[in-house]
Structures are given as structure tokens and as C-alpha cells.
């Protein structure tokens, strides 16, 4: 059994990659050129292939033989609201013409969303229901629902599944990386409250939910929530972070609305001077207020899968990991 893994080069990829190569299950990696392999080259099991989601010719020649795939490639910043689209939304649209082409033999396609593609929760924090109508707030989080959409669309043809993850972090993270650095300096600037509440998930939790959707037997189009079991306030995740790096951050203070837009401005105007994909863009100031909880008790049922990290300790394994490599 061959498992077509896309995004294996990022940071879950990289966890589902290690997590099949250690269970003895083949991996074929689609990697493009300029995609740093050099974790992916330490692993047994792991085929890596030169390709991209937007090609297709490529994609059609990764995909054959295989047995399942496992879709996690995709934006999480871009130039343009058209890029979030042509990559979330059509390479994923790529990946399913090559689950079509092995419909005859493919167990599951699973496709990687994000809690982002359903929108934030209410005022009060209330879990996100999976049946609730989507009402993502931005680019990002439109692309991943027209993803969804596609995939939802071929469920007959072939056996689909999609996971929506809430935040991940883990080692090899990079973007939650700065939030452990303005702690570590002692800082903590921080939009809206402290006391608003999200969901977590470690990346290596996270990697077996999406491996344990490749094998369980679910009906075809099911989408899953997974998180840790926890809901957190943004306090207790900045007085965990702070336990792991044995640090407490003296500067405290609330980052305004308005400042928050006048530095996103500037992070698009650099991006578009240099022609490059900015994290702080206006877009993504729809979503840095709001609450983001979901609840992954049917997926814990359905996909006979158990988070093991909670933030407390995930973040100081994390910590551990990003001190080591000399990411701290």
C-alpha cells in the first residue's frame, strides 16, 4: 500500500511523512523543486517525487498505484486572494482528477481543511458544530471551504474524507514560533482579550488523525473536527508557553484595532514591493478577535483516534525542540 502524500516538505506533512514511515507504510512525497527534503531524505519508506499541486501532468504520474492520499499541501499566506484560490481550492481540485484516475483502487482520499473554512465560534465561544452553515472570514479560510466543496463533490466516485484542524503547533512549526520568541524576550503584545477561548492541536496529534482517516471506516464525504479535548483562553496558552520556557513576559499589553490595521497595511505594502506573501495582511485582521473552538469528540469516536498532547505539555516538548535546533 503506497500513500501519495502531498505537503510533506511542511510542517504536518512532515509529521504524517515520519509517523507512515515509522508504522512501515510507503510514502511517495510530492515535492517541488525549490522544497526543502532534507528531513523527508532521513526517513525510510519515503519516496520523494518532483511535482506540484498545480500540475497536473505531474500529479496524474505521482498518483499511480497508489492506495490512498493524503492532501495537506496548501497556502496558509499568499499574494493575492486569487493565489489562496488557485492553490487551496484548484490544486485541490488537481488531486481529485488523480483520485478519480485510481478510483479502482483507492481506499481514501483525505483532504487537510482547516476550522478556519467554518468560521469562528460566538461571542460566548461556543464550539463550532460541524453541521453549522460555513461562514469563514477570510481568503484563507474561503479557499479551504471551496476545497471542501470539491471534495465533497466527488464522494460518490470515490471515498473522501476531510479533517478540519483548529491551530496547530508542534516542533518544526514556524508560525507559532514567533509567539514563543516575544515570550522568550519577555514581550506579550496581544490583540482583543486574554480571556478570548480557542482550540489546539499538537502536529503529531494531528498527523494521526489524518492517518487514522485513511484506514476508518466512515462514510464518504464525513468531515471531522480535531483538537486536543481542551478549550483554551488565550491566558492559559500564554501561562503554559511561559512554564516551558521557565520566563515570564514582563511587558504586557493589548495591541488597539486600529494599530493592528495601520501594521497590516504596511505588511501588504512591503509584500507588494517585494512580491511576497505577508502572515499580517487587512484579510487576515477579520479573524485575529474572534474565538475559534470546535469540538473533535466524533472524530475521537468515529476514527478510533486519541489526542496525546495537551498545550501544557506539547509546548514544552516544543520549546525543547525549537531550543535544540536553535530556533531559541
Known amino acids: 500500500m503506497t500513500i501519495l502524500l502531498t505537503g510533506g516538505s511542511g510542517f504536518l506533512g512532515s509529521h504524517i511523512a515520519e509517523q507512515l514511515s515509522k508504522a512501515g507504510r510507503k510514502v511517495r512525497a510530492l515535492v517541488r523543486k525549490t ?3 532534507r528531513f523527508l531524505e532521513t526517513l525510510e519508506n519515503v519516496e520523494l517525487t518532483e511535482g506540484a499541486v498545480g500540475d497536473v501532468d505531474s500529479v496524474l504520474a505521482a498518483a499511480k498505484g497508489v492506495t490512498a492520499i493524503v492532501h495537506s499541501a496548501g497556502l ?3 499574494r493575492t ?9 484548484g490544486g485541490t481540485e488537481t488531486m481529485l482528477a488523480a483520485a478519480l484516475q485510481e478510483k479502482g483502487t483507492l481506499k481514501r482520499f483525505v483532504l487537510v ?3 478556519a473554512a467554518a468560521g469562528p465560534s460566538d461571542a460566548q465561544g461556543t464550539p463550532v458544530s460541524i453541521d453549522a452553515a460555513p461562514q469563514p472570514v477570510t ?3 474561503r479557499s479551504k471551504l471551496a476545497a471542501e466543496r470539491a471534495t465533497l463533490a466527488k464522494k460518490g466516485d470515490v471515498p473522501v474524507t476531510i479533517i478540519r484542524p483548529p491551530a496547530i503547533y508542534g516542533p518544526r512549526d514556524r508560525e507559532i514560533l514567533a509567539f514563543f520568541k516575544a515570550l522568550n524576550a519577555r514581550i506579550l503584545p496581544y490583540m482583543g482579550s486574554t480571556a ?5 492541536i499538537h502536529g503529531a496529534d494531528c498527523a494521526r488523525a489524518c492517518i487514522a482517516a485513511i484506514d476508518a471506516d466512515v462514510a464518504s464525504g464525513s468531515t471531522f473536527f480535531v483538537d486536543d479535548g481542551n478549550v483554551y483562553t488565550f491566558d492559559d496558552l500564554v501561562k503554559n508557553a511561559e512554564a516551558a520556557l521557565g520566563r515570564k513576559a514582563w511587558l504586557r499589553f493589548p495591541v488597539p484595532k486600529p494599530v493592528i490595521r495601520t501594521a497590516a497595511f504596511a505588511s501588504e505594502t512591503y509584500g507588494r514591493l517585494t512580491n511576497t506573501a505577508v502572515m499580517l495582511t487587512r484579510d487576515k485582521c477579520n479573524e485575529l478577535f474572534d474565538q475559534w473552538v470546535c469540538d473533535g469528540s466524533i472524530a475521537r469516536e468515529q476514527l478510533a483516534w486519541k489526542p496525546e498532547h495537551n ?10 525542540w525549537y531550543k535544540n535546533e536553535g530556533w531559541l
Open 81 to 89: 486572494p486569487e493565489e489562496f484560490h488557485k492553490v487551496n481550492a
Open 196 to 200: 478570548n477561548k480557542l482550540s489546539m
Open 311 to 320: 498545550f501544557r505539555d506539547g509546548a514544552k516538548s516544543t520549546v525543547a
Open 139 to 141: 481568503h484563507y479560510g
Open 76 to 78: 496558509v499566506k499568499a
Open 35 to 37: 522544497s526543502d527534503t
Open 113 to 115: 481543511s482547516s476550522l
